[in-house]
């Protein structure tokens, strides 16, 4: 195989991983034929199963390569929120301001990125299905993300950062309402801006309880 035979492959796979969630999040998964996201793509089925066993196998894919495309994307904006060792210092004395900043720039891009918002409207439904992927759906995109916060959250405590404090617990108070207000922006795209002033006004709370009242100048003591 050419170079440019591999990369054109390439580029069918992607296209249909890109019409297949298209697809998935508008109808849900089991509305879905392989021959209609065959035709979205502009290929005749027997074709699309070159690339794909099945349409589960799309499916899966769809988890993978969204998976990866939020991780290179996450690290390209330097809001890196995978590896609790690699961030513990871009917590350290963090201001409230940065602090905000960075989960608004989070939350920004979950809402506005197609891939990511769509993704997210298709597990929306299909965990209801499904007991398989409500499962993978904790999983990745709920406990991670809570034991990723309560790392770091665990380690501040340690480094005297923050109150002493059940960590888990401060993560579930830290992450619930930011899942929420996204939730309510996919809902209701209208309620962008108020979301983002409850945003901000739900860091500054926690920022403050985490910090017994505040630090002076807005810099941990």
């Known amino acids: 195989m050419t170079g440019g035979e591999g990369m054109k492959r390439e580029d069918t796979r992607q296209i249909i991983l890109d019409k297949a969630l298209e697809l998935f999040s508008a109808r849900g998964y089991d509305s879905v034929s392989v ?19 099945s349409k589960r196998a799309i499916f899966d ?5 969204t998976a990866a495309q939020y991780e290179a994307d996450t690290d390209r904006l330097q809001l890196h929120v995978q590896n ?3 961030d513990i210092p871009a917590f350290t004395e963090i201001t409230e301001e940065t602090l905000f900043e960075r989960v608004r720039q989070i939350f920004l891009y979950s809402l506005h990125n197609e891939s990511i ?5 298709m597990m929306t439904i299909e965990q209801f299905r499904s007991p398989e992927l409500a499962e993978s759906y904790s999983r990745r995109y709920v406990d991670r993300v809570l034991a990723y916060h309560a790392g ?9 950062e923050i109150r002493e404090s059940d960590p888990d617990t401060l993560s579930m108070l830290y992450v619930a309402p930011v899942l929420t207000l996204i939730g309510v922006c996919d809902r209701q ?28 100048g807005g810099e941990c003591r």
């Open 152 to 160: 770091i959250f665990r380690a501040l405590i340690a480094a005297g």
């Open 35 to 53: 021959g209609e996201i065959a035709e979205a793509v502009g290929i005749k089925a027997p074709s699309l199963y070159n690339h794909f066993p």
């Open 117 to 121: 918002s769509r993704f997210r409207r």
């Open 189 to 216: 795209p209208e309620r962008e801006d108020e979301c983002l002033e409850k945003l901000r006004r739900h860091v500054s709370l926690f920022f403050r309880m985490v910090h017994d009242g505040g630090r002076q």
């Open 61 to 65: 894919g769809i988890v993978e390569a």
């Open 84 to 86: 609790v060792a690699q």
